[in-house]
Every structure is written in structure tokens, then in C-alpha cells.
């Protein structure tokens, strides 16, 4: 038996059937080159397969269109995601749970993440945010690019929100091929944008976990 599985007594907490979950997941992201995006797509199939309802939505874009063109990797992703909806609080409200992925802006949630969540004040102020899961997952240029305190200061804004915060921690052995970050699954990218370390097996796993949590309050409300 290996060190985890002395911690955890088993391989996994996550429970892993095709009938986990009536949960609405909505998996909401911002990307720039593709990172994100790819994370995201892994987290809304492996929630599908785990029977949630999901919605895979992207944040309104803020930058000017002369600095997408500028940057060739920036205009083709743009491009090739034009047809993915842009989130709304209705999607907000909508969910039983929510996965964002971003990526780090010197540690902190890019403006684009940071104006949409700032823009729910009214589901916030009615409540409709109240009790909701979430969990967030991340990227930088290096391992030590701020991935852990962008995830904290997501979470900061979802505890004003009342949402329950859940991380993968350390509750499956795929999270330390992924790097380990037990704050959500986080990805170093190369100078050619590629991932450094195998993370779609983490992101799957967090995404099941985050059913897997919501289908218990909800069924426990």
C-alpha cells in the first residue's frame, strides 16, 4: 500500500458511476490561447459522465481587438471559440455548482473572470448564490507563477458569495502526477503553450469530486 492510499484507506473518495448526480454544473472560463479552455472541456465531459447537466460557458472577452490580432495564438483560439456561448447569471443561478477555470494574472483572476464575477451582485444581494458548489481550477508560465493565491482569491469572492468551496485536496493519487496542488488543479504552460505536466486525469477527478459534493447538499436540502 502506498503513502495515499495509507492517508486515504482507499484509491479515491470520489464515487465513480454513471448515475452520481441531478446536478446542474456549470463550468465557466476564461482563455486566452487555449489552456483554460481545453481544462474546462475535460471538467464539462468528465461531469457529463458522471450524470450532471452541464453548460460550458466562457466570460465576455475585455481586450481590445488590435491586442487579440497581435498576438497570432490569441486571434486563432479566439476564433476557433467564437461559437462557445458567453456566461450569464443566468447560468449562475442556473447551477447547482460551478467549476471555473482561469488563468493567473500575477496571482490574481484576470480582469475578464474578475469584471463577470463582480457583475452577479444582484443573484449575491438576493441570495441566489448562497450554498452553491464551487471549485476552480488555473495556469501560469512556471510552477510558481501565483496558481495557489489565484485560487485563493477566487475562493475569498465565493465565500462572500456563501458558496461551498470544493477543492480536490488530496483525495486521489492522479493529483500528484498533476503537480499536486490541493487548492484546484493547476498547470504550468511552456513558451509554445503546451502543458507541462499531464493534468486532464486531476481535472477529470475534480470534476467528478465537484458532483459528487453537490449531489450530497442537494439531496441532503
Known sequence: MGFLEKILGKKSTTKETNNMANVNLAVIYYSSTGTNYQMAQWAEAAAAEAGAEVKLVKVPELAPEEAIASNPAWKAHAEATKDVPEATSEDVEWADAIIFSVPTRFGNLPAQMKQFIDS???????????????SGMTSA????????ATMLNLYTSM??????????????????GAGGNPYGTSVSVDQDGNMVEEVEGAVKHQAKRTVDIATRIKSGS
Open 120 to 134: 452577479q451582485g444582484g443573484l449575491w444581494a438576493s441570495g441566489k448564490t448562497v450554498n452553491k458548489v464551487v
Open 159 to 176: 465565500m462572500h458569495w456563501g458558496m461551498i468551496i470544493a477543492t480536490p485536496g488530496y483525495t486521489d493519487p492522479v493529483l500528484f
Open 141 to 148: 508560465q512556471n510552477p510558481h507563477g501565483g496558481q495557489e
